[in-house]
């Protein structure tokens, strides 16, 4: 088996769109003139920072399952799952960001994605195991 090439450049780019999604608050807090620590008190900011924390907390899921999916399924169609979870974020950052009822179609993109993912790479793995 080789390595999983398109799965590990697909883990980068993931990579790269959260520290975009970084920069993207530092330029928030700009705008609203509210220095760190403060987390609160402009309601773009705000919205900022949950794009980036909840970013953060779906990244080990979708990583995870990302890299096992690429192990039982394949690089080509992991990298492909990847890569719609990717425009997933950006969907659920550009919409939030503009207004909190605009982050469900990013979400559900990027839900459905982790959700292939985890369970195909548990589906396999269970049938693998149960050989």
């Known amino acids: 088996m080789s390595?999983?090439?398109?799965?590990?450049?697909?883990?980068?780019?993931?990579?790269?769109?959260?520290?975009?999604m970084v920069m993207r608050v530092g330029g928030a807090r700009r705008k609203?003139?509210?220095?760190?620590?403060?987390?609160?008190g402009d309601p773009m900011l705000?919205?900022?920072?949950r794009v980036q924390g909840n970013t953060l907390e779906w990244l080990p899921i979708f990583?995870?399952?990302?890299w096992l999916f690429a192990h039982y399924w394949g690089?080509?169609?992991?990298?492909?799952?990847?890569?719609?979870?990717?425009?997933?974020?950006?969907?659920?950052?550009?919409?939030?960001s503009a207004a909190a009822e605009k982050r469900e179609l990013g979400?559900?993109?990027?839900?459905i994605a982790t959700a292939v993912l985890l369970?195909?790479?548990?589906?396999k793995a269970i049938l693998v195991v149960l050989g």
């Open 75 to 96: 690089d080509v169609t992991a990298a492909a799952l990847g890569l719609v979870w990717i425009v997933g974020r950006v969907l659920y950052a550009v919409g939030y």
């Open 46 to 49: 705000e919205r900022y920072l």
């Open 3 to 20: 390595f999983p090439n398109l799965t590990a450049i697909v883990t980068l780019l993931a990579l790269l769109s959260y520290v975009w």
């Open 63 to 66: 990583l995870g399952s990302l």
């Open 32 to 40: 609203s003139g509210i220095a760190a620590p403060a987390m609160s």
């Open 107 to 111: 979400f559900m993109v990027q839900g």
């Open 119 to 123: 369970f195909g790479a548990l589906g």
